[in-house]
T-cell receptor, first 113, second 111 residues
Framework: DAMVIQNPRYQVTQFGKPVTLSCSQT?????MYWYQQKSSQAPKLLFH???????NEADTPDNFQSRRPNTSFCFLDIRSPGLGDTAMYLC????????????FGSGTQLSVL | SQELEQSPQSLIVQEGKNLTINCTSS?????LYWYKQKYGEGLIFLMM?????EEKSHEKITAKLDEKKQQSSLHITASQPSHAGIYLC???????????FGKGTLLTVNP
């Protein structure tokens, strides 16, 4: 049974056209994360929510925003996608705290044309 | 910030062979995680190590963390095509629950 679900699996958008990626979880975890992974690169943390508290990484572009309306759902909004935003976007959850592993969704492959 | 370097970047082995993947940290590791990723998919948790000298095994995969807690290795015994994929190590910071990842090692196992 899928525990972290990402939709859509593949997303194609045009340069500058806003796009939203979604993530839901059935684990009731406190923390939800968004990572960006470009081809042959390490996953890079964009931001995370601990409950309702939003935590942005210092180098995450302003073009990337996130919403967490409730425990189960988290969204990644890209306001004006550029060609360089083509990547796999991975959502993950954890209970929070040291030693707690992250559970990942299958990812959304975003292509910006 | 913590940086993780993985070696080799890619590895091709014949089915049945043993192999080792390494992960080296620029800082002391408080928690070291190994994940596997199939191409174009999410990450699947394999093992987590916290204590210096710790070793864990699951089926044919063994992970170790050195005493100084700056290097970890992942060893696969008698590799199978099902072991193929990208292996990533991830590290916790000292006082938080965010993971920083290495670039991964691409493993190909030829039948």
């Amino acid at each position: 049974d899928a525990m972290v679900i990402q939709n859509p699996r593949y997303q194609v958008t045009q340069f500058g056209k806003p796009v939203t990626l979604s993530c839901s979880q059935t684990l009731n975890h406190n923390v939800m994360y968004w990572y960006q992974q470009k081809s042959s690169q390490a996953p890079k943390l964009l931001f995370h929510y601990y409950d309702k508290d939003f935590n942005n990484e210092a180098d995450t572009p302003d073009n990337f925003q996130s919403r967490r309306p409730n425990t189960s759902f988290c969204f990644l909004d890209i306001r004006s996608p550029g060609l360089g935003d083509t990547a796999m976007y991975l959502c993950a959850t954890s209970r929070g705290g040291q030693g707690e592993k992250l559970f990942f969704g299958s990812g959304t492959q975003l292509s910006v044309l | 910030s913590q940086e993780l370097e993985q070696s080799p970047q890619s590895l091709i082995v014949q089915e049945g062979k043993n192999l080792t993947i390494n992960c080296t940290s620029s800082k002391t590791l408080y928690g070291l995680y190994w994940y596997k990723q199939k191409y174009g998919e999410g990450l699947i948790f394999l093992m987590m190590l916290q204590k210096g000298g710790e070793e864990k095994s699951h089926e044919k995969i063994t992970a170790k963390l050195d005493e100084k807690k700056q290097q970890s290795s992942l060893h696969i015994t008698a590799s199978q095509p099902s072991h193929a994929g990208i292996y990533l190590c991830g590290a916790e910071g000292g006082s938080n629950y965010k993971l920083t990842f290495g670039k991964g090692t691409l493993l190909t196992v030829n039948p």
